[in-house]
Every structure is written in C-alpha cells, then in structure tokens.
C-alpha cells in the first residue's frame, strides 16, 4: 500500500467515523430533548471519547493490515475508499453502542420520568 492510499484510507475512514458521530448526535440530541435532559456535542464527545478511541484503533489496524487482503485479493483495492469509509462508520457504530455513556444516561432518564409518570416505584426492584 503506497502512502498516498493509507492517508487517504485512513482519512476516509475519519470521514465515515465522522458521519456516524453526527448521526448519532442528531439522535441522542432528540432524545434529550424527549427526555427534558440538557444536551451538549461536546460532553458527548467527553462521555464517549473511550468509544471514539478505540474505534480510531480498530480504523487504524484495519489500515495497517489492508495490504495483506490486496495481496490475497487485488481487485479489492478498487474499492478500497468504499471499504474505508464502511469501516469507519460501522466501526463507531458499533462500539458507540456498546461504550455509549450518553446514551445510557438519556435513556435511564427516559426511564425514570416513565416510571414516574407510570407510578412506578424504583425501591420496589
């Protein structure tokens, strides 16, 4: 892989990264919203920075190791933009769902103003 493919790989994935993020922003502002709870970009991004992270880890190895699967298979860096940008954005993803702080918290807070409202009383549990 030349230089020039793994910055510009690598950047793509950024980009796909990106894209989830804002994504994923837009959702859990509305649901904050739903919820009556305050909502910044920016503790967002300081709540879920470990899934951010690693998701930047796992672009990077993936980067790292693509030259193996042009190596298997050629045809493959045809579409290896695509695949970055795939990667980057179902990487965070998924790790965004499974470390997501702020969504954790928006969605407890949904829950008890539920239970709340549906006379529901948490020491019972």
Known sequence: MTPTLFFQCFGIGILGMLLHLLVKARSLKARSIAANKPWSFTRFILDDSLGLAI??????LCVIGFDEIIKAKPVV??????????VGYTGSSVLLSLFSKSEKQILDTIDKKTNIADGVNDDAK
Do not use: I, P
Not at 55 to 60: A, E, F, P, Q, Y
């Open 77 to 86: 860096a045809d579409f290896a933009k695509w695949f970055f940008a795939f």
């Open 55 to 60: 998701s930047l880890v796992c672009l990077l």
